[in-house]
């Protein structure tokens, strides 16, 4: 069913939110939600407040960085249904509701709710880029983006307020079409997942194999390369290349700015540059396995290696090379894999003639590129779903559409428990970081 807007519409007062249903009303958080400072509850379990999901339970177990818990009875009790939020990044989206009784960071704010108010219409609301405005000018700091809500801040806020039915309608609707983005980007990652694994496939058989299938073999005594063409050579990184340390150069004076290559990719642009050419770079810690092409003049820094090919082996193709090369066979693997320029130079390379480089990367770019074009639409997709999401969001809340009238889209519990295994936020596409409780 088409959204349309309300039949009637009033002046809320609040510049953030224009007009509004003629039916809702507008309320200091004060009149919604009380503050909640209970301690003591150190068996509960610990939750976290995270910008891209919410408020959850957060596991200890399978923590990429192992924390040392401080007294737990010092920590805040939110009970089932509170809303918590992260006083210092509530204008980013830290904020949810709790989906069971649990214990949050005494750094945070925790709120339960008066009758009829629904806590998780408030969560929809607290994150519209709207609310989050004007979160940042009811908070208070020395720095901007260390500035903090507090809770005597927080309660004088305004926000809008439907029927409490109402509130409960759109937060099912909200909360299906959330469902059916997750269901969408889910599929859509799977999609991408296998699209990468075909790339590297091609990759690794071209580099490693060659383009003749009837060519015969020989063992390359490397235990990740098996067996290679028998009129290629196996050579060590450091004999193909030199090896330079991103802090290793002659700064060097130039017309306009070149790109500042570091280890997350290009991030800025120099007046100098310290190289000029083709080269492969390599991250020195956490980024080991990516590896980055580039020609022309650039700037790189020293958590990067560079490096200048010999004649024996073109950029291109050793970039193809690395690209299938398993650096926890030589990296140091802990919590941030490192590598340093022996490891990097120690590793092996399978290498045919130079006569058959150029053929073997024209036939990777051109298998490739179909796939390469078709994660980029997939990824899009995404995008453009998450940007619909967010929009939808932002005008049911506020009042802009109504949805009193229209089915809530119904999703399986099949479908719901492949989301709650595996929730978005967690994968690839949206590993963009969140912040997270630092005084555990």
């Known amino acids: 069913m088409k959204l349309a807007p309300y039949p009637e519409y009033k002046n809320s007062g ?22 909640r400072n209970e301690t003591g509850f150190g068996a509960l379990p610990i939750l976290e407040v995270s910008l891209r999901t919410g408020v959850r339970v957060r596991d200890m177990d399978n923590m990429k960085r192992k924390q040392v818990m401080s007294d737990r009875e010092k920590y805040k009790r939110a009970a089932q249904g509170d809303i918590a939020y992260n006083m210092m990044r509530m204008w980013q989206g830290a904020v949810g509701v709790a989906p069971v ?16 108010v629904d806590c998780r219409y408030y969560s929809y609301l607290f994150r519209t880029a709207a609310y989050m405005n004007e979160v940042d000018a009811y908070s208070r700091g020395i720095v901007k983006d260390r500035n903090r809500l507090y809770w005597q801040d927080f309660k004088r806020m305004p926000s809008p307020v439907p029927p409490v039915e109402e509130q409960r309608k759109i ?6 079409i959330s469902s059916q983005v997750q269901l969408f980007i889910r599929n859509k990652q799977q999609l991408i997942t296998l699209l990468k694994e075909q790339k590297q496939n091609v990759i690794n058989q071209a580099v ?8 015969k073999l020989k063992p390359s005594g490397v235990e990740w390369l098996v067996d290679i063409p028998e009129h290629w050579d196996v050579r060590r990184l450091k004999f193909l290349a030199r090896i330079k340390n991103g802090k290793d150069y002659k700064e060097v004076e130039a017309e306009s700015g070149y790109p500042v290559i570091g280890s997350g990719g290009q991030f800025a642009y120099a007046s100098r540059f310290m190289y000029d050419g083709e080269s492969v770079l390599f991250g020195r810690k956490g980024t080991v396995d990516k590896p980055l092409y580039i020609s022309g003049k650039f700037w790189t820094v ?14 291109k193709f050793l970039h193809y090379c690395a690209l299938s090369f398993p650096f926890d066979f030589y990296s140091t693997q802990t919590a941030l894999p490192s590598m340093t320029q022996q490891d990097l130079g120690d590793h092996p390379v399978a290498v045919p003639p130079m006569d058959e ?5 024209q036939y990777i770019e051109e298998e490739t590129q179909l796939i390469n074009q078709t994660i980029i639409k997939a990824q899009r997709e995404v995008e453009l779903m998450l940007e619909h999401q ?15 009238n229209v089915e809530v889209p119904k999703i399986s519990e099949e479908e719901l428990l492949r989301l709650d295994e595996n929730p978005i936020g967690s994968d690839e596409i949206n590993q963009d970081e969140e912040y997270m409780d630092e005084t555990i």
Do not use: E
């Not at 750094?107 to 339960?112: D, G, L, N, Q, T």
């Not at 490693?208 to 060519?215: A, E």
């Not at 020293?302 to 950029?315: E, L, P, Q």
């Not at 967010?390 to 109504?402: E, F, K, N, Y």
């Open 302 to 315: 020293d958590t990067m290696f560079y490096t200048v090919v010999s004649k024996h082996i073109s950029a």
């Open 357 to 361: 480089q150029k053929p073997i990367i």
């Open 171 to 176: 937060t099912q609707y909200l909360d299906a």
């Open 14 to 35: 609040q510049p953030f939110l224009g007009k509004i249903p003629a039916h809702w009303q507008v309320f200091r958080n004060g009149r919604l939600f009380a503050q």
């Open 101 to 116: 009784d649990g214990l949050i960071s005494p750094a945070y704010v925790v709120v339960r709710p008066f009758p009829d």
């Open 208 to 215: 490693t194999r060659g383009l003749d299938p009837h060519v």
């Open 390 to 404: 967010t929009c939808l969001i932002s005008a049911v809340v506020t009042g802009q559409l109504d949805i009193r």
